[in-house]
């Protein structure tokens, strides 16, 4: 598995798939970094999507639910294949559709 900067999720670039839809926030959050901590895990400092993620379309950049791109923060993350962030409702519905 490949690692990529800033997230942790793998891009559908392996076997010729591409990324449909990147990770579209409203919000991103500053996420400290755990050298400190008594247990001795380290992780380096980064930022993380706030609140619901949008479905950004990777060829066109609109967002599958319809509202404007404006004020939107464009990850290079697989929208579809992020666990960790939490998805829009209406994107879901709308990319769900599109299958």
């Given at each position: 598995m490949r690692g990529h900067p800033g997230g942790c999720s793998q891009g559908r670039t392996e076997g010729g798939a591409q990324m449909r839809y990147k990770v579209g926030a409203e919000q991103m959050e500053q996420v400290p970094s755990l050298a400190h901590r008594p247990d001795g895990v380290f992780r380096a400092a980064r930022t993380t999507p706030v609140g619901p993620t949008h479905a950004v379309n990777a060829a066109t950049g609109t967002v599958a639910?319809?509202?404007?791109?404006?004020?939107?923060?464009?990850?290079?993350?697989?929208?579809?294949?992020?666990?960790?962030?939490e998805r829009c409702p209406r994107c879901f519905a709308a990319v769900v559709a599109r299958d």
């Open positions: 639910c319809g509202i404007t791109a404006r004020g939107l923060e464009v990850l290079d993350q697989d929208w579809e294949a992020a666990f960790f962030v």
